[in-house]
């Protein structure tokens, strides 16, 4: 059973920056695809970026050019900085982790029933 933590989150002004971890215990986390997802007030949870465990990348296009994610295996724990945030961006942002024995197409990682494992989130407000 995989465990995941999020912190980071907090209130920045439009133009900054926020790094956000994402920390699992429990499993061999380099086996394991990690996405994040964010949900605003009023709004369904939306897809942002995922990380698969050979490094592939996919991105929302919300999220391009502004935002990354990376991992640190040996850490256990995986990154979403944020830059050139805008007030759109204002939710509780979540990471969610499944165990990935194959790769699989973009459409697999983008979608939120992919994932077996959640954390709590982390909210992310951004002033105008």
């Known amino acids: 059973q995989v465990q995941l933590v999020e912190s980071g989150g907090g209130l920045v002004q439009a133009g900054g920056s926020l790094r956000l971890s994402c920390a699992a215990s429990?499993?061999?986390?380099?086996?394991?695809?990690v996405g994040w997802f964010r949900q605003a007030p009023g709004k369904e949870r939306e897809f942002v970026l995922a990380v698969t465990r050979r490094d592939s990348t996919y991105y929302a296009d919300s999220a391009k050019d502004r935002f990354t994610i990376s991992r640190d295996n040996a850490l256990n724990t995986v990154y979403l900085q944020m830059n050139s945030l805008k007030p759109e961006d204002t939710a509780v942002y979540y990471c969610?982790?499944?165990?990935?024995?194959?790769?699989?197409?973009?459409?697999?990682?983008?979608?939120?029933?992919?994932?077996?494992?959640w954390g709590q989130g982390t909210q992310v407000t951004v002033s105008s």
């Open positions: 969610a982790a499944v165990l990935e024995r194959i790769s699989y197409i973009r459409s697999y990682y983008i979608r939120a029933r992919t994932y077996d494992y």
């Open positions: 429990g499993g061999t986390f380099a086996n394991y695809a």
